[in-house]
Each structure stands twice: as structure tokens, then as C-alpha cells.
């Protein structure tokens, strides 16, 4: 190994940590889980000592080029404050990367979680070939990220990104962010149980129902399942999930003409179920989706797949991510490498 870099993805339930080489090969990974109930101060220290144990079972053999985390919510890049995160309650205006940089007595690199996902798959994942590309993450909820010219988009303040709160609905669900109606409450794993469970309460006889009766972790996998089996109310789920997600798409596509926007996270793997809504409301709303698309769009995946294009010039793919839930730790890797380039 040449050098390497330690990179963090600090969720909800799980804290991954791994030693990463400026390659891209994992050294080593280490998961804890978060132990979000015990505070944030006992988080920090798990993920320093976890940090610093890596860091030390490899210094002697390479040079460490530095430290990202990536963590959920939003972050304000020049303070270092985590503003507010769902999934960890106690952290609000919380001073997280100062905590950190006391506890380590270095400097890390604090990221968004779905920017520092971004980052993975345009490092090493479906994205690799291009310098710009936008992200999606369905996971629990929605998350985007951006990465311009090979780094992240940030914006101003490093909010950048949020494509999961964009309006789909105008009277919509309530979300967690206090608009109605963003994407989030239709293409997150949770918004999909929601579905589910307001279709059963239409319909108490359906497969749905009797799914959801029998099966104590009814999840969105569980519904997934049902919709490869040809279950109609799991399949319109699915559609409606695509559909919302190709109305975002189309915006960002009209707005920013990028070559390349993958969706990721672990409602992803449902992508036969509903990729194919994505390209119909592509094809529909977006003007230049339209003059772009590869000639074999509506059929999905276009990652491996070698195919004729029509026409000139470059062509907007729309596709899943190649990384999995590794993305955000290779991401987060990543970003102090970028950081010692432009040193
Ligand atoms: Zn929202």
C-alpha cells in the first residue's frame, strides 16, 4: 500500500470505519454499532478509538494522507456544526468536528452523508468515468449528492444537495423538514411501508395485508417481493416511487445537463420494480432528457450494458449505484486524498 486514508460512515444504526488505500482497495473495515441512546459524547468516543486504532495498526507501513466522515444531516462546512441530524436526536448545533479534532488531535473532514456517498460512487462506483454526476441515496430517507468537477458540490454553507426535500406532492405527506410533500415521503424505505399500510387500510384482504399479517419485519424488501410476484397494489407502490423520483429527475436533468445521475441506498435494489416509471415520467417531462437519452433507455441499466447510440454527442444515463452500502465509506475515504492534491 502506497498511502491511505481513514474514512467513517457514522449512521444511525451502524458505525463503519475503514483504512483505504489512494487506489481505492479496503484495507480494513471495522462495524460498531451506534449507540445513539448513550449520547453523542460516548459516539465520538467509540469512533475516535475505533479511528485511532486503525490509523495505528497501519502508520508504519504507509503514510495516512487524513480522516473523513460522513455523517447524516446537515452540516455547516465552515463551522464544522452538525445542525441537526435525524437520525442522531442529541446532536443539534453540536460542534461535532471540533469534539472530533480535540479527541484525535488532528483535523478531519466532515461531510454529508450522501455527499460523501456521491463522492464513493463517482470515485470507484457507476460514476467512476465521469468528473460530474449527481446521487440519490433511498434509505430510510432520501439523500443527494453532487460532485462538480470531481469534488462536492457544496453550496455556501455546505447544505448543497438536498434533492430529497424537493416538492412532488404540493399538499402532501408532512415531512420531517416541515414541507408537505417531498420526495422523501414517496421513494424512502419508510415512506414505502407507509404506502403499504395505507393500502391495507383500504383493502384488508389483499396480498398486502396478508403479507404484512405474516411477516413481523414487513419492510420495504418485504413489498419488493410481492411485486416481483406480479402483487398489482406492491406494483403501483413501486410505480409511484419511480414516478416521483422521475419528477425530480426531470428537474435536475433540465437544470443541470449532467452526463451521469445514479440512485443508490438499499431501497435500490428494487430497481426492476421501479426504474421503468423513472423513464416514462423522463421521457414525459424533461425537455432535454428528450434529446439526450440513450437509445436503449426505458430498459434500465445501462452500467455494463455496451450499446449503439443515436446521434451526437453526450448522453444523460440514468443508473443504479455499484457500491452498496459501502459507498459512503469509500467516499468519505476519499475526500482528505482530495483535500493533500490540492495542498
Ligand atoms: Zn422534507
Redesign the pocket.
Known amino acids: 500500500m502506497n498511502k491511505f486514508s481513514i474514512g467513517v460512515d457514522l449512521g444511525g444504526t451502524n458505525l463503519r470505519i475503514a483504512a483505504v488505500d489512494d487506489q481505492g482497495a479496503l484495507v480494513e473495515k471495522v462495524t460498531l454499532g451506534t449507540k445513539v441512546s448513550r449520547g453523542r459524547d460516548h459516539v465520538i468516543a467509540d469512533m475516535c478509538d475505533a479511528i485511532q486504532r486503525l490509523s495505528d495498526k497501519f502508520k508504519d507501513t504507509a503514510p495516512m494522507m487524513g480522516i473523513g466522515i460522513g455523517v447524516p444531516g446537515i452540516i455547516d462546512m465552515q463551522t464544522g456544526l452538525v445542525r441537526e441530524s435525524p437520525n442522531l436526536p442529541d446532536w443539534v448545533d453540536y460542534p461535532a468536528r471540533a469534539a472530533i479534532e480535540q479527541r484525535l488531535k488532528t483535523v478531519v473532514i466532515l461531510e454529508n452523508d450522501a455527499n460523501v456517498a456521491a463522492m464513493g460512487e463517482k470515485w470507484l462506483g457507476a460514476a467512476r468515468d465521469y468528473a460530474d454526476m449527481a446521487m440519490l441515496t433511498l434509505g430510510t430517507g432520501v439523500g443527494g449528492g453532487l460532485v462538480l468537477g470531481g469534488a462536492i458540490w457544496c453550496g455556501a454553507n455546505g447544505m448543497a444537495g438536498?434533492f430529497?426535500?424537493?416538492?412532488v406532492e404540493p399538499d402532501g405527506q408532512l415531512?420531517?423538514?416541515?414541507?408537505h410533500g417531498?420526495?422523501?415521503?414517496y421513494a424512502s424505505a419508510t415512506a414505502i411501508v407507509r404506502m403499504a399500510r395505507e393500502a391495507i387500510a383500504r383493502d384488508s384482504n389483499s396480498g398486502l395485508a396478508r403479507a404484512a399479517s405474516s411477516d413481523a419485519e414487513f419492510s420495504a424488501k418485504s413489498i419488493y417481493n410481492l411485486a416481483i410476484q406480479g402483487d398489482e397494489e406492491a406494483r403501483r407502490i413501486y410505480r409511484y416511487v419511480g414516478r416521483c423520483l422521475g419528477i425530480v429527475l426531470s428537474t435536475l436533468v433540465n437544470s443541470l445537463n449532467l452526463p451521469i445521475y445514479v440512485i443508490g441506498g438499499g431501497v435500490s435494489s428494487a430497481w426492476e420494480a421501479f426504474s421503468p416509471s423513472i423513464f416514462e415520467e423522463l421521457r414525459q417531462r424533461c425537455m432535454v432528457y428528450a434529446a439526450t437519452a440513450p437509445s436503449d433507455a426505458p430498459a434500465g441499466n445501462h452500467g455494463a450494458s455496451a450499446h449503439v447510440e443515436a446521434g451526437p454527442g453526450h448522453k444523460t444515463i440514468i443508473t443504479r449505484a455499484l457500491l452498496g452500502s459501502d459507498a459512503g465509506l469509500y467516499g468519505a475515504a476519499r475526500l482528505p486524498m482530495i483535500a493533500s492534491a490540492k495542498r
Open positions: 438536498e430529497g426535500h424537493t416538492t415531512c420531517g423538514c416541515g414541507n417531498c420526495l422523501e415521503q
